[in-house]
């Protein structure tokens, strides 16, 4: 058998796993962090409504425009395909790794996250903070090398988990009768330039939130049946989030006033602490292990999906397109969880590190974006099992809205913005050195 055969990613993933990572790949502790952050910035009921609801859109534009370019090329590493074949290799060098590093940073993140919500329910363990992190990044990792199908059953079992422990927890806040909904006070700021400020960082959270919405692409290589599969998922999947998202806010705010939770670092503990009294956090401790685990084991499976495209086209090592006889490409994760372990030690805060990944996002699909509307006039005639609906002016209004995103988290994240270019110039003598070497 070739190396080139031997080494293809096996088609074992079906529709509910596809529903499962965008779930479990999105949905994570930001929802139960960020509204009281968010809450802050806005002091605004209807204004923070609207920002989610905004997001909500803004994905769901970009799901459209996915779901034709993932079924067009169903290649393994998502976004940076559709942006090289349109753009050329450099574009497609440059995204692919942007995407990279945003989703090679998480693992890390969680794996700390995760052993410092477990402290708190077992406070003995305090001084093995940094062993249970990497641990429990080892125990993935053997997870994930005995192949993609045990990697799909605990994404499938622990996102269904996550989405009824979430909606538990909305249906517990309704029920609440010991604090009437706030008036909503009439607000005429909202052009005034720190409200402004306040709502760009406040949508880079969000972003930052929602992050993980179009994971399903990652894997389209490996799915049973692309062309109706991959778009089922991203609709059903962004509208679950969405409407999950709307409903957490609107739940806490039913529970708490804007007042109260604009000083909170943890909005779902406080909400869940009037709910249910001191056992509140416990509660809540539970719901984030669950959502957490949920979302690592989906980061754990993408980034190398984006390092085997990136090693099949000669951007990274050639050993990089290896796969295991279970269909995980192996050297890949390897990488990927050696850069996780090194990061361990050196993880940034959570909201520079969800502001940054959601700067990075913004830039990868608005190029997607383009590349389907460039890809429509130079290629025609390509095959497309699936076309987006109402084009090109959904196309059209999701780069708009990419480009007034990216002016305004340019405004408000001057730091991530000044780390992007960094990136970028260092990139373009790598892609040259690395072409030579082909």
């Known amino acids: 058998m070739s190396d080139s055969a031997k080494n293809q990613l096996k088609k074992s993933l079906g529709l509910s796993f596809n529903i499962a990572v965008l779930i479990g790949g999105t949905i994570g502790v930001g929802i139960l962090r960020t509204p009281g952050n968010i809450a802050e910035m806005l002091n605004n009921y209807w204004l923070i409504l609207a920002s989610w609801i905004f997001g909500g859109l803004y994905v769901l534009l970009g799901a459209n425009s996915y779901s034709e370019l993932a079924t067009m090329l169903p290649k393994a590493g998502g976004s940076y395909n559709y942006i090289k074949r349109a753009f050329g290799e450099y574009a497609g060098f440059l995204s692919g790794w942007f995407d990279y590093i945003t989703n090679a940073i998480p693992p890390a993140f969680y794996c700390i996250v995760i052993s410092e919500y477990m402290i708190i329910l077992f406070p003995a363990l305090a001084n093995y903070s940094t062993v249970m992190a990497v641990s429990l990044l080892a125990a993935f990792v053997l997870l994930h090398l005995s192949g993609v199908k045990n990697g799909s059953v605990i994404q499938q079992i622990t996102s269904l988990l996550k989405v009824i422990c979430f909606v538990a927890l909305v249906v517990a806040c309704f029920m609440y009768t010991g604090v009437k909904v706030p008036a909503v006070k009439t607000d005429n700021s909202v052009f005034q330039i720190g409200l402004v400020f306040g709502f760009f960082k406040s949508l880079q959270l969000i972003i930052g939130t929602y992050n993980g919405w179009n994971a399903v692409c990652f894997f389209a290589e490996e799915n049973e049946n692309p062309n109706k599969n991959i778009p089922k998922s991203l609709y059903s999947g962004v509208l679950l989030v969405v409407a999950i998202y709307v409903l957490v806010n609107a739940a806490f705010f039913h529970v708490l006033p804007i007042e109260t939770l604009a000083k909170s670092n943890l909005a779902a503990a406080d909400v869940a602490k009037v709910l249910f009294g001191e056992n509140g956090a416990v509660i809540v401790t539970v719901i984030s292990i669950f959502s957490l685990i949920s979302i690592l084991n989906a980061f754990m499976m993408i980034p190398p999906r984006i390092l085997y495209g990136l090693s099949r086209d000669g951007f990274f090592i050639k050993e990089g397109t290896q796969v295991n006889k279970g269909g995980t490409?192996?050297?890949?994760?390897?990488?990927?969880?050696?850069?996780?372990?090194?990061?361990?030690?050196?993880?940034?805060?959570?909201?520079?590190?969800?502001?940054?990944?959601?700067?990075?996002?913004?830039?990868?699909?608005?190029?997607?974006?383009?590349?389907?509307?460039?890809?429509?006039n130079t290629e025609p005639n390509l095959p497309r099992p699936y076309r987006s609906f109402w084009y090109p002016w959904t196309t059209i209004i999701a780069i708009i809205a990419s480009i007034a995103l990216f002016i305004g988290f340019i405004f408000s994240d001057q730091t991530s913005f000044i780390i992007i270019i960094g990136i970028t110039v260092v990139s373009y003598p790598l892609f040259w050195i690395l072409k030579k070497r082909r």
């Open 329 to 376: 490409p192996i050297v890949a994760l390897l990488v990927s969880s050696l850069f996780s372990l090194l990061l361990i030690i050196f993880v940034g805060s959570f909201e520079a590190l969800f502001s940054f990944a959601a700067f990075i996002s913004i830039i990868v699909w608005g190029l997607a974006y383009f590349s389907l509307l460039k890809l429509r």
